[in-house]
């Protein structure tokens, strides 16, 4: 185990900030955090750094109890969101820093500057002020300066946020790539949840300084434990039906609700239901259908279809129109109610 966080509460300014964050990460995961604006991700990722004060519980790194190391021996670094570069030095210098603090020799330092260039793409740029770099180029610099300290564990708080769309790809094609190379233990903190489902061995969803689940993108996406994790991964169908006395409720994907022809083939493990098309709502390759449907099951309900545009024309959909929908029973996702 690289790294384990065991019931750790921060208080910042007498408000509880952490309410006891039990999380640990295996050696050379890769590991997204994400969650809603100020839910507690950058004070996590600060306390497993020692730059915030821990009120209770602990944090080890590769087994060893950390909550008294200082920060600069801890074998952590953070590349935050403003990425804290020295703008009047040159490229060399600022990735060159850490090793300098380690005591590294000139010769030595150089080589590395080099190799770090050239594995963030910036090879030549050694001797470039950061101030005449663009945001990508300082994020790659960031990103050498950090690996350069040869961290245990590597925390990213955002680091590319300000790009735009295909510039974020880029940075995290290349995060990627150097942690396939580097095989260091990684924190992302992100708010690209596609990023995060696609790149991740696991992910941790927090909520207002809670872990509510930790699990690997897949498990989380269609086993999520509430519909607070459900709904954050996309769009979803709500429903609610009466077990054991109790009401509970229930999520269904978009795109588990499938659309047929009226006379379609049944298959038995399906319910198939009619229903009449609202309204279509295309974007691009998909479409989103409405649904009104009635039927004894569910009672009136609203149901919401993600399909593919073609289908929209083989099956000649228009509003008004009665379909059959079909819906996967094992589809469905069942919670408590009110456990949101
Ligand atoms: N130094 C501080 N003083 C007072 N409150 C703070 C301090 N740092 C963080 N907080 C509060 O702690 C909570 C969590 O903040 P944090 O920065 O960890 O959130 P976050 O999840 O990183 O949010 P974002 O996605 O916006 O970066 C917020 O309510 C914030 O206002
Ligand atoms: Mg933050």
Same mark, same amino acid.
């Given at each position: 185990m690289s790294l384990k966080v065991e019931k750790l509460k921060v208080t910042i300014q007498k408000k509880e900030i952490l309410h006891g964050?039990?999380? #640990?990460? %295996?050696?050379?995961?890769?590991?997204? @955090?994400?969650?809603?604006?100020?839910? *507690?991700k950058t004070t996590l990722l600060k306390s497993i750094a020692g730059l915030v004060e821990v009120q209770e519980g602990e944090v080890w790194i590769q087994g060893e109890k950390a909550t008294n190391i200082l920060p600069e021996k801890r074998g952590t670094i953070i590349v935050?969101?403003?990425?804290?570069?020295?703008?009047?030095?040159?490229?060399?210098k600022n990735i060159a820093f850490p090793?300098?603090?380690?005591?590294?020799?000139?010769? #030595?330092? %150089?080589?590395?500057?080099?190799?770090? @260039?050239?594995?963030?793409?910036?090879? *030549?740029?050694?001797?470039?002020?950061?101030?005449?770099?663009?945001?990508?180029?300082?994020?790659?610099?960031?990103?050498?300066?950090?690996l350069a300290a040869k961290p245990k564990i590597l925390l990213l708080d955002e680091p590319f946020s300000g790009l735009d769309e295909k510039l974020r790809l880029e940075m995290g094609e290349l995060v990627r790539k150097l942690h396939e190379t580097w095989k260091i233990t990684t924190i992302l903190v992100t708010h690209d949840k596609?990023?995060?489902l696609q790149?991740?061995?696991?992910?941790?969803?927090?909520?207002?300084?809670?872990?509510?689940q930790y699990d690997t993108p897949k498990e989380m996406f269609y086993h999520p434990t509430s519909r607070m994790v459900a709904e954050y991964f996309g769009?979803?169908?709500v429903m609610k039906k009466e077990h054991d006395g109790r009401m509970i409720e229930g999520i269904l994907r978009l795109f588990s609700v499938q659309i047929a022809k009226v006379e379609g083939k049944e298959n038995k493990n399906d319910i198939s239901i009619h229903a009449k098309v609202e309204e279509i709502t295309?974007?691009?390759?998909?479409?989103?259908?409405?649904?009104?449907?009635?039927?004894?099951?569910?009672?009136?309900?609203?149901?919401l279809s993600q399909v593919m545009s073609s289908k929209i024309s083989e099956l000649n959909l228009s509003g008004g129109m009665i379909v059959a929908i079909k819906i996967n029973e094992k589809d469905i996702v069942w919670f408590e109610s009110g456990e949101v």
């Open positions: 964050i039990n999380f #640990e990460v %295996k050696q050379g995961e890769f590991v997204s @955090l994400l969650g809603p604006s100020g839910c *507690g935050f969101q403003d990425l804290r570069l020295f703008p009047n030095m040159t490229v060399e090793m300098e603090i380690a005591g590294v020799k000139k010769d #030595e330092r %150089k080589k590395k500057v080099a190799e770090l @260039l050239a594995a963030v793409q910036l090879s *030549g740029f050694e001797k470039r002020r950061i101030r005449e770099m663009s945001g990508g180029q300082m994020q790659r610099v960031a990103l050498a300066r950090a596609r990023e995060a790149m991740s061995d696991r992910i941790a969803l927090m909520d207002s300084g809670r872990l509510i769009k979803v169908n295309f974007a691009g390759e998909l479409a989103e259908v409405s649904l009104i449907l009635e039927e004894p099951y569910f009672g009136r309900l609203e149901l």
